[in-house]
């Protein structure tokens, strides 16, 4: 096997979990989800050519498996419990929403973890627990004006780390 076949199957791997849920989600019966799951592998594996390689994986192969499942609905139309096909969009849609606020928050979980303890617990003091900037500021020793530009450079600092982060998750 290829390096390119190697990297491949291996990306296929790490992605299974979640292509599964997403096909479940979307078909709302376990049994069709493991079958359009295969379905999905197969043609991800016959199409394995086509991917770009350093493109965004978890995409592609979740737009497969959207395909797939519209196709496997088109096959089961007869059966009154399948999902028509703009409950299955909306439902898409929602998961990809769903996966890019999931990505956000791991995003801005490690750019928090990149700030100083001081920033970490200024930005906890204000936005966690609610402290009012004039109070932080008095506590700190500092004019209000001074607090203020305080948290607006490690929001800025977080604003510029995480769109880094997803712009790298989403690439």
Known sequence: ??????????EMT?????????????????????????????VLLR???????????????????????????RDRKRDRHVFDDELVALMAEESAWTARDDEMRI???????KLS???RKLISLRYEEKIPLRQLATEANQK?????MTLMRIREALRVCIEA???????
């Open 1 to 10: 096997m290829d390096n390119m076949s190697e990297a491949f199957v291996r």
């Open 14 to 42: 790490d992605v299974q979990g979640e292509i599964f849920g997403y096909i479940y989600m979307l078909l709302g019966d376990l049994h069709d989800a493991r079958d359009v799951l295969q379905e999905t592998n197969l």
């Open 47 to 73: 199409k394995m050519n086509d991917f770009e390689e350093g493109s965004n994986f978890r995409a592609w192969s979740k737009r497969c498996a959207y395909f797939e499942c519209l196709r496997f609905r």
């Open 107 to 113: 995003a801005l979980r490690d750019c928090l973890a």
């Open 117 to 119: 303890e001081r920033q």
């Open 144 to 148: 209000e004006s001074a607090m203020k």
């Open 165 to 171: 982060k997803l712009k790298e998750a989403w690439t």
